[in-house]
């Protein structure tokens, strides 16, 4: 006999899926994007480095809000004065949860973009 039948609100999209439609979505708008790292194909946190033209690096990750919510949330900046710190802080998440997946994406106005993004 299957399983209960998820409600819909609390739904996800699965992980791959979403990080195929953020890549071709930074495609159509002209901009580039990559798999960085592979994570759990379904149920892997999906983290965004965001960038243009290589630079002004921005990391956004889901973040569970009390209304119910999954907005992408600026979680980490870079810094010019130390971008190898930015760089160690993405070493050390990856290496504290395997099953993240780390896509980067190099567009114009990257912050409206990814909040064009939330369902």
Do not use: C
């Not at 990391?59 to 190898?84: H, T, V």
């Amino acid at each position: 006999m299957p399983g209960p039948v998820p409600d819909m609100d609390d739904a996800r999209l699965p992980a791959h899926l979403e990080a195929a439609g953020l890549i071709r979505a930074v495609q159509s708008a002209g901009g580039f994007a990559t798999v960085l790292a592979k994570g759990e194909k379904d149920a892997g946190t999906i983290l965004v480095l965001t960038t243009y033209r290589g630079g002004n690096a921005v990391l956004f990750e889901r973040m569970p809000q009390l209304d119910g919510s999954r907005p992408y949330i600026a979680a980490k900046r870079e810094n010019s004065e130390n971008k190898q710190e930015f760089f160690e802080y993405l070493e050390k998440r990856r290496r504290q949860d395997p099953d993240i997946w780390l896509i980067e994406l190099d567009v114009a106005n990257a912050e409206q973009f990814i909040a064009s993004r939330e369902p």
